[in-house]
């Protein structure tokens, strides 16, 4: 549960990175392109990945500390897209992968206790 909050969090900040106008953008992928020419589209969307999360936070570590913990992976996130994003290190194909290991030890750890 903990990485899809992150995963979702994740792309609202993408989301959100590319609606920027201070930022330097990419244009690599076709789904870049369509962030940067939807910007009100994609705002919402990122708002709405972000609201998710807060939700899923909420229900699954509870009111103050999901709340909390929304907020510093907020800020972690965004600190880490704003870094590294242009330097091009972050990759879409990447990003997928270590959802999916990610995804496989958190479950992995779940269901062997």
Request: net charge positive; no cysteine.
């Given at each position: 549960m903990?990485?899809?909050i992150i995963f979702l969090m994740t792309l609202g900040c993408f989301f959100?990175?590319?609606t920027s106008k201070k930022a330097m953008l990419n244009t690599n992928t076709v789904l870049e392109q369509w962030f940067q020419s939807h910007l009100?589209?994609?705002k919402i969307i990122g708002s709405v990945l972000y609201v998710i999360a807060?939700?899923?936070c909420t229900r699954y570590l509870g009111n103050t500390s999901g709340l909390l913990f929304w907020l510093i992976s907020l800020?972690?996130?965004l600190s880490l897209?704003?870094?590294i994003n242009p330097i091009k290190l972050i990759n879409y194909k990447y990003l997928?992968?270590?959802f999916i290991i990610s995804l496989t030890v958190e479950l992995i750890t779940?269901?062997?206790s």
């Open positions: 903990i990485t899809s959100w990175l590319n009100k589209l994609s807060l939700f899923l800020m972690t996130l897209v704003i870094m997928f992968v270590a779940i269901y062997a």
